[in-house]
């Protein structure tokens, strides 16, 4: 093994008959439920069968005279598949539809009462393929992902029972597909490691939670986590930022500070957006990060040591660091974004309206009943089908819209959110410029170009999204367009 260890929750392939001999399938995972909510992320398992059995779903219990096998919906967790009982849906035919394998997905036939589509195309036959969402005629809803019939299991967190299926788990993160399960053991691997961290991914995907969670696992989580946005830093006052100064050093006024690096010493220090720093800034990184330990605070002589780890974070391709401070993190840790795992976006709209009903108590008076939101059938499957650029960030101003727009107790796709769904991509444009900084920075335009009246006009025009204007205004990141309102006064 190298000295820099890559570790992506993507690199592992369905199906692999190298681990335990599990064989591949597919599945079908309930997305949403008007009957059970409770039961949103519980997968139909089909069987991966080459003679072609017929099974079949729907309300109720097995009986012994059934003529063909039913699927019961079940947990999966890594290991291990674990029950939950029948259906319990009045509406739904106690046949409902059959399904079998195919090469290509799950082929089912409806043989029941309610009418079925396959991304909203009413069906009597069809061939679900992943990423496509089935539906029962406004009571049930499932997407179709690809997956090991039985989760792999866990190679280095034991702990597969530690929050409740759905639930956040002890470091805050949400899903039960394979690729979050993997982020799971991947963390518990990386988290007793003495090494530097780097976290790559997508803006959105949770890099701060990943980052509280190795800190929270280190033996140095006695320690408080020192977290840092490295594109707030402000520009001339970078050094001073990490390193810290004496008193009224660079400027006459200037108190004495420890710097990011002093505060983080027996700690760790995150560094969110790492690549936002100067090149100039990362070289001044290095010796800190060696065994040395050493740096140096402005306006002062004599060199200081801090026994630190750092967690950085990028949404940009490793190769925009230098690569002498690329070398110096050695664990590296991908994660996957919302459209690689859209069997979870039904938890954590489930997640996200609870922590809104927590701090708003009209919210949850009106959106919630048995402590389950009421989410309609039509916004969950719009939800489904949607691609997220800033992912769980994006879902959130999703869901804040549709609160504020329906007209029920139901959380619904209003007109409001299908706008929202189909505006132009300037999340799209914000990805882009994020994963190619160069182009972006060649088209931005000088901050001091821009009026208050442009900036406020572009947050009426995108309803506040901050994400849609930064890259309509040619700003290299939300943060300069932060900056930008904070001088400005808006």
Request: glycine share 8%.
């Amino acid at each position: 093994m190298s000295d820099t260890a890559t570790l992506d929750v993507r690199d592992r392939r369905v199906g692999d008959a190298a681990e335990g001999g599990v064989r591949g399938a597919f599945a079908l995972v309930l997305a949403g439920s008007t009957a059970q909510p409770q039961r949103v992320g519980e997968a139909l398992v089909v069987p991966d069968d080459s003679a072609g059995t017929t099974y079949v779903f729907g309300r109720g219990e097995p009986r012994p005279d059934d003529a063909v096998e039913r699927l019961l919906l079940v947990r999966q967790l890594p290991g291990h598949n674990e029950a939950r009982g029948p259906l319990a849906d009045g509406f739904v035919s106690r046949q409902q539809i059959t399904l079998a394998s195919h090469e290509h997905g799950v082929q089912i036939e409806n043989i029941g009462k309610l009418a079925v589509s396959v991304d909203g195309q009413v069906v009597r036959r069809a061939v679900v393929k992943p990423g496509e969402v089935l539906e029962i005629d406004g009571q049930l809803l499932f997407v179709c992902v690809r997956r090991a019939s039985v989760l792999s299991e866990m190679q280095n967190e034991k702990r597969t029972s530690g929050h409740a299926f759905g639930d956040a788990d002890d470091g805050g993160i949400v899903g039960e597909s394979p690729l979050v399960w993997e982020l799971r053991d991947r963390i518990a691997f990386v988290a007793p490691r003495t090494g530097h961290v780097l976290l790559l991914g997508e803006s959105g995907t949770g890099k701060e939670l990943v980052a509280q969670a190795i800190h929270a696992r280190s033996a140095r989580s006695g320690r408080r986590l020192v977290s840092r946005n490295a594109a707030t830093l402000p520009p001339g006052l970078i050094d001073a930022e990490l390193f810290g100064n004496v008193a009224n050093y660079p400027n006459h006024g200037m108190p004495e500070r420890p710097g990011l690096i002093g505060d983080a010493d027996g700690s760790t220090l995150f560094l969110d957006e790492i690549g936002e720093l100067p090149e100039a800034l990362q070289t001044h990184l290095l010796r800190v990060l060696d065994d040395v330990h050493e740096y140096q605070r402005l306006g002062e002589s004599r060199r200081r040591t801090a026994d630190l780890r750092l967690v950085a974070a990028t949404n940009r391709p490793i190769e925009h660091l230098k690569p002498d401070l690329a070398a110096r993190l050695q664990l590296r840790l991908r994660l996957p974004s919302l459209d690689e795992r859209l069997e979870d976006v039904p938890l954590l709209v489930r997640h996200l309206l609870r922590r809104i009903a927590a701090r708003e108590r009209d919210i949850a008076q009106r959106f919630f009943e048995a402590g389950e939101p009421r989410v309609s059938i039509p916004l969950a499957r719009a939800l489904l089908r949607h691609r997220y650029a800033t992912n769980v960030r994006q879902l959130n101003a999703i869901l804040w819209t549709s609160l504020a727009s329906s007209p029920g107790t139901s959380v619904d796709l209003t007109d409001e959110v299908k706008r929202e769904l189909q505006a132009p991509a300037a999340h799209d444009a914000a990805a882009v410029a994020a994963s190619a900084p160069s182009a972006a920075r060649a088209r931005s335009k000088p901050p001091a170009d821009i009026t208050a009246e442009t900036i406020r006009a572009s947050l009426a025009r995108h309803n506040g999204v901050k994400d849609r204007v930064w890259p309509e205004l040619g700003l290299s990141s939300r943060f300069a367009l932060r900056r930008l309102m904070k001088k400005h006064g808006i």
